[in-house]
């Protein structure tokens, strides 16, 4: 296993587009125990491949307090979306910001897992949040494009000091 190297907002390699994983060979395997590695090191509780430069649909989370609940999603789809909530989320692409975002309340996801095989699952509060914004890395979107425009340019200045003072 081995540690990622995070991107971080606003590299433009966050916007890419994430394709299907043809199959959950060795090599997704692979890629998935080294994001769970990176994630649990950050610390985080959600990360996608695109935050690490790999442009597969491919998720690892755990919301758990003991760090020991591994979710997998692999090509995963929104089956089912109700209500709403507006919860802060934070990001390990945008260190230090949390800001809130309009998100479903409820959903139901459908996923490959680690085994290949595919799985249907409801998921509320935390994790439903977790999975909706895992999932628009996916589609090339980092959580802090649905604010103002405004916090948006503050958030990119801020990022690129931050950047540019620890390179
Ligand atoms: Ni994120």
Redesign the pocket.
Known sequence: MARLNILRYPDPRLHKIAAPVAEVNDNIRSLIADMAETMYAAPGV?L?AT?VDVHKQVIVIDISDSRDRLLTLVNPEIVTAMGESDCEEG???VPGIYEKVARAEQIVVRALGLDGQSFTMDADGLLAVCIQ??MD?LKGRV?VEYLSRLKQNRIRAKMLKQQRQSA
């Open positions: 959600g996608a935050q990001c390990l692409s914004h895992e890395h959580f």
